[in-house]
């Protein structure tokens, strides 16, 4: 089957810097993403990741190892807004989304 | 960047009514729309897929017949819950795909419509 694990919630202080790891076992890999989501709200794009390596936008990086079936989302110098859930998705071979059950990311002061 | 819209953002019905919700690409032209539910605390669950012009693909479980989906242009799609009952309230969202680009099948997402069935 179909496989997608993150850690269900992290804690991280303001100002620090948290990993959010996401492992998958799909049929097939078009590309893996991650989604930001405060609660109440719809899910916004954060990084696409298609090939292995490191993509950096300002604050958010995420990390791709196709081998290992592996991603992590890097969030650097935590603000109080980035409490949210934080969604791993990947795309299989059918180009369908499967979506991790998301981590909760929890910031305090 | 592109935009989904969707509408209404929050509705309240009655046990046994209908309700459609709108969703549209404001920008663009979707290829194909998405529509996902999610209950509270869990990940979004996807119901159906939509392609302009064809009938939408039901995901296991979904009942197509309960859940009518209408992807009339590329543009908008509509999902109609109909005869609801208290266990269909949930967050629905609606998702838009430009298509294929080089890399990406970027979804774009919809603010979601809350539905409370009383």
């Known amino acids: 089957g179909q496989n997608i694990d993150q850690p269900t919630e992290m804690t991280a202080t303001e100002g620090a810097i948290v990993q959010i790891n996401c492992t998958y076992q799909t049929s097939g890999f078009n590309g893996l993403f991650w989604y930001q989501q405060h609660a109440g709200e719809a899910p916004t794009f954060l990084s696409y990741n298609v090939l292995d390596g490191l993509e950096e936008k300002g604050r958010f990086s995420s990390f791709l190892s196709r081998s290992k079936g592996y991603s992590y989302l890097l969030l650097k110098e935590l603000q109080m807004k980035d409490s949210a859930s934080y969604l791993c998705a990947v795309m299989d071979s059918n180009y369908q989304l499967i979506w991790g059950a998301g981590t909760k990311l929890i910031i305090k002061p | 960047g592109a935009v989904v819209s969707q509408h209404p953002s929050r509705v309240i019905c009655k046990s046994g009514t209908s309700v459609k919700i709108e969703c549209r690409s404001l920008?663009?032209?979707?290829?194909?729309m998405f529509w996902y539910r999610q209950f509270p605390k869990q990940s979004l669950m996807l119901m159906a897929t939509s392609n302009e012009g064809s009938k939408a693909t039901y995901e296991q479980g979904v009942e197509k017949d309960k859940f009518l989906i209408n992807h009339a242009s590329l543009t908008l799609s509509t999902l109609t819950v109909t005869s609801a009952h208290p266990e269909d309230s949930s967050f629905y969202i609606c998702?838009?795909?430009?298509?294929?680009?080089?890399?990406?099948?970027?979804?774009?997402f919809g603010p979601g419509t809350r539905l409370t069935v009383t």
């Open positions: 920008d663009f032209q979707a290829t194909t």
């Open positions: 998702s838009a795909q430009v298509g294929s680009t080089d890399f990406s099948y970027e979804q774009y």
